[in-house]
């Protein structure tokens, strides 16, 4: 085990953004299986083009989006260390972050086939409540991963986080698709 996280290392270190995002996918796609067989119980009928989507998100989307970011961030420097953490969960928290879940479920409903109006439609509904839930759980964790863990390492910390995040992102998701498909099954009957 200790050589396959050496190995890890090693490549976060050399190839950060074939790592980061390889890891994206991986944790996108397992926070989707967790949510439909753990949250949902949906057993033999996963979707499993869902769980393809989000992978597909946290590979080509999220992982490199990030990797950028936090090498953006790790490039700003401030006076003292303790600046250095709150502007960069501020700037974590109050820019990327809004932005992040809007394009989450903007993305996640087009690649549904829901287009334009259905992605404003699933962000008018989820966005608001999701940011403010990510913030309760995504500020501490960034304090603490902006203070103590180095710079190469803070990728998987919000990733390992990211995990039970996704999940909670994969179920919403989930719930304002069904909550569309009975708005419009409603619409249809009228």
């Given at each position: ?156 910390v919000v990733s390992v ?30």
């Amino acid at each position: 085990m200790a050589s396959v996280l050496r190995l890890y290392n090693a490549a976060l270190i050399r190839r950060p953004m074939f790592a980061q995002s390889a890891t994206a996918a991986f944790l996108f796609g397992a926070g989707d299986v967790i949510a439909q067989q753990v949250i949902e119980r949906q057993g033999k009928n996963h979707d499993f083009m869902r769980t393809a989507r989000l992978t597909f998100y946290g590979g080509a989307f999220f992982g490199p989006a990030l990797t950028k970011w936090y090498q953006l961030l790790n490039r700003i420097k401030f006076s003292s260390p303790t600046k250095a953490v709150i502007y960069r969960v501020w700037l974590d928290q109050a820019i990327l972050t809004p932005v992040a879940v809007g394009f989450f479920f903007g993305t996640m409903s087009i690649m549904e086939g829901k287009g334009i109006s259905g992605a404003q439609d699933r962000i008018s509904t989820a966005y608001t409540p999701t940011l403010i839930r990510n913030w309760g759980v995504f500020i501490p964790t960034q304090i603490i991963n902006f203070a103590i863990i180095p710079h190469h390492l803070r990728f998987v910390v919000v990733s390992v986080v990211s995990l039970f995040w996704n999940t909670y992102l994969s179920a919403v998701n989930a719930s304002s698709q069904h909550q569309e498909a009975i708005e419009s099954e409603t619409g249809a009957e009228k």
